[in-house]
């Protein structure tokens, strides 16, 4: 497999696996102004749905998630140096713990807050470890046998969710499911059939195709439209003083230090996601940028994210699933998204009107973006050419992939493994243990 590099600037140099790059728009690459805008917005609505969901759940303010992601993905991005076309979102893995910490302190978000916060600099401090040891041991834990499955479980791992949200469950109204379908198909037809410009914002206009027919099928409430105000500022929440934002205090009991253990989960998702977003890209982005600066990337911004009444940030699968589809990898475009972010924070009636795209509309989206990232672990296991004639390589996968969709769960005291983390983990231990018959293969 030919390997080669490109520079571009006087500083940075990328890793590139050529036979795996197709790319129309590549990671340093910018598209013409007002092209980028409109893919930029592409993946404002991809991860719209679930940055929100999670302050819903919570009953935290939406403007200011949605501005601690948009603040998050930047911080992200000067961490790596502008090489990762990565997006950070409201991460789903603390929810319960934040929402017990919360309902224990009376509806205080202090032991929240507080321990959010010190989940980035947990990051920090393991990018420090890795700093110091490097990231030879990648290889040797994450080999194909290992990647593939793993991406797998990732991208199945989110198809309940999206199979629900379009519909497809008992005594579910028919206007949902044709919403989703005819949502899915436009994506789908402009992928495949598309031409020009068009075909790289498939997901804008399969979007925009779905809530038109869910507005004529009576889906949409507009009510949040209309009481919504033009502009309002987030509704920050901080460790001190500062006009009339609501303040939390730094708390280090039981509650918070209940949150903690959770980082092991989402580092070990966080190795993941970046591993699919370089097989979709073509990148090693664990070793260039390097896993110390992504997680420090990620660490920082969740952790700025705490002090402003945030919730956790974390790697996006929704974008990194358009890129997948729209072949699309730029930076600038990721950034760019991520300063409308910030923007519509700002906006109540924008943000209201990107909160009312129906769960069908996202849903027939998803089952697209979600099974592409599927896909792409296929796609390593075909061209990694990983035998499975040998019964180690079964054991793992079958393994990985059983406990991965088959919502396994593992108590270990504070600590609860389940889903990808779970499944990454056993992969790792057995790739380890297992005895190989023809080692050079791997």
Do not use: C
């Amino acid at each position: 497999m030919s390997q080669n590099t490109i520079t571009t600037d006087e500083h940075s140099v990328i890793d590139v696996d050529l036979n795996k790059v197709d790319l129309l728009l590549d990671v340093h690459e910018k598209p013409a102004f007002g092209k980028g805008i409109l893919l930029s917005f592409q993946h404002v609505f991809a991860m719209f749905g679930a940055t929100i969901l999670v302050p819903l759940i919570l009953g935290m303010p939406v403007s200011v998630a949605l501005f601690a992601s948009g603040i998050g993905t930047l911080i992200y991005q000067v961490a790596t140096q502008f090489k990762v076309p990565v997006y950070l979102g409201s991460s789903f893995a603390y929810i319960t713990a934040m929402a017990t910490a919360i309902k224990a302190m009376g509806g205080d978000v202090s032991a929240a807050q507080t321990g959010i916060f010190f989940v980035g600099l947990i990051y920090v401090l393991i990018a420090g470890l890795v700093g110091l040891v490097g990231t030879s041991w990648i290889d040797k834990l994450l080999p194909p046998i290992v990647i593939g499955p793993m991406i797998i479980v990732i991208g199945l791992g989110l198809a309940g969710s999206a199979v629900t949200n379009a519909g497809f469950v008992a005594d579910s109204d028919w206007r949902h499911i044709l919403v989703a379908t005819v949502t899915f198909l436009i994506a789908a037809i402009i992928n495949t059939s598309g031409r020009g410009f068009i075909k790289i914002i498939p997901f804008l206009v399969a979007i925009i195709g779905g809530y038109v027919l869910s507005a004529f099928l009576g889906l949409v409430d507009f009510t949040p439209i209309k009481e919504a105000a033009w502009f309002e500022i987030p509704q920050f929440y901080l460790p001190f003083k500062a006009g009339h934002f609501q303040t939390y205090k730094f708390y280090f009991g039981p509650e918070m230090l209940a949150i903690l253990p959770i980082a092991v989960v989402t580092i070990a998702e966080h190795i993941g996601d970046h591993t699919v977003l370089g097989q979709i890209t073509g990148r090693q982005y664990l070793k260039n940028p390097g896993l110390k600066y992504t997680l420090i990337g990620d660490g920082v911004a969740t952790a700025v994210s705490a002090l402003i009444g945030g919730p956790a940030n974390t790697t996006y699968g929704e974008n990194t699933g358009v890129i997948g589809m729209t072949r699309i990898a730029s930076v600038s475009v990721i950034r760019n998204a991520a300063l409308i972010a910030i923007t519509f924070s700002f906006f109540g009636k924008f943000t209201a009107l990107i909160s009312t795209i129906p769960n069908a509309v996202l849903g027939g989206m998803s089952i697209l973006l979600y099974g592409v990232i599927a896909s792409n672990g296929l796609k390593v296991l075909i061209e990694s050419r990983v035998d499975f004639s040998q019964v180690r390589n079964l054991i793992i996968a079958s393994a990985m992939l059983v406990l991965g969709l088959g919502s396994a769960v593992l108590e270990l005291g504070a600590l609860t493994l389940s889903g990808t983390a779970l499944s990454a983990i056993v992969g790792v231990i057995l790739n380890l243990v297992l005895p190989s018959a023809h080692p050079k293969q791997e």
